[in-house]
């Protein structure tokens, strides 16, 4: 496990994820994946980066986690899509600062999420360079031309839905910049939602299976703003309902002590990968029906309505409009 050697790294990562999948002609080893793509269905592909230092870091997440939201993050765009994620493409810039352990292990992490949703990495790269690692995946998913749902397709009168409880990730996040000995359960639960984000693939399909679904996007940068980008794409506006948010009991309790940003921060706050969706009025009890029967977790925040000069009105507990100081989530780690 000494020096790392990039011909070493690909023959690991070829003994590791080299297997058949359905509709990979041919995967990692030749100048390109060969993909036949199946018949009646589009491809959506999506890529993302994870920049040490900026996205994650060395000394607060195991390289183990590391490697399973690089895979997560990617996930989450295929999912807000309503699409089966199929194939991946990994490309790793390291340096001399990490040795073969460490890759062991981020490489562990990854595979573990791709195995969970049926991921075949079909090819890569590796490259030793500069001072910081980074790590960039790009996904491939089908998807029935019917059943996709983009984020343009919201209209007054449809409601807003969130899934799972967002702002997590983000009070999680500056748990873990505080590097205490030790963390309650709670806490320990919010870091974890950092770290390990559970991209909603499952329900992303389930949504868009259900018809009742007019617009979606997978929150990265915080609820504010990618509600915005979705209102923004769609020409249309929306108000937020704070006392329909949906918050963790570890959420609750930083909000119970009283301090004043927190809602800002859990909704300017990014990293969550939750979806944000839109229903249609006469739809919105086949998805209450949904999350009745246990197939996705979501909830309605409030209501599309026509476009005004904002896209996005926020109001708190006692009905006051809540005046952001930004919208959205500028990654620090
Ligand atoms: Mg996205």
Request: hydrophobic share 40%; with cysteine.
């Amino acid at each position: 496990m000494g020096k790392l050697n990039e011909l070493d790294i690909v023959r690991r990562i070829e003994k590791k994820f080299a297997k058949p999948a359905k509709g990979l002609i041919t995967g990692i080893g030749d100048d390109c994946a060969v993909i036949a793509p199946a018949l009646g269905y589009e491809i959506v592909v999506t890529t993302d980066t994870l920049v040490e230092g900026v996205h994650f870091r060395r000394d607060l997440s195991p390289p183990r986690l590391i490697g399973e939201k690089s895979a997560a993050v990617n996930l989450s765009d295929i999912a807000a899509m309503g699409a089966k994620p199929k194939f991946c493409f990994l490309s790793l810039t390291l340096t001399n600062k990490i040795d073969g352990k460490w890759v062991a292990n981020y490489l562990a992490g990854f595979e573990k999420v791709l195995k969970k949703h049926g991921v075949a990495l079909a090819g890569g790269n590796v490259a030793m360079a500069g001072r910081d690692l980074s790590f960039t995946v790009t996904l491939m998913g089908e998807v029935k031309p019917k059943l996709k749902v983009l984020r343009s397709g919201a209209k007054p009168g449809d409601h807003v839905f969130v899934t799972g409880t967002p702002g997590d990730a983000v009070l999680g996040l500056n748990l873990s910049l505080k590097k205490k000995k030790h963390y309650s359960t709670d806490e320990r639960k919010l870091i974890k939602r950092h770290q390990a984000p559970s991209p909603r693939v499952e329900w992303g399909m389930a949504l868009a299976k259900s018809g009742a679904v007019s617009a979606m996007i997978d929150i990265s940068d915080g609820v504010a703003l990618d509600l915005t980008r979705m209102m923004d794409a769609s020409a249309v506006s929306a108000k937020i309902d704070l006392m329909r948010f949906p918050l963790s009991q570890a959420a609750f309790g930083i909000l119970e002590t009283g301090k004043t940003k927190t809602w800002e921060t859990i909704l300017t706050g990014g990293e969550d990968y939750e979806l944000l969706f839109t229903v249609r009025e006469e739809k919105f009890r086949k998805v209450m029906e949904l999350i009745r029967q246990g197939k996705i977790d979501a909830s309605p925040i409030g209501l599309v309505t026509k476009r005004k000069r904002k896209p996005l009105v926020i109001l708190d507990p006692e009905e006051r409009e809540v005046n952001l100081s930004r919208l959205g989530f500028v990654h620090g780690v």
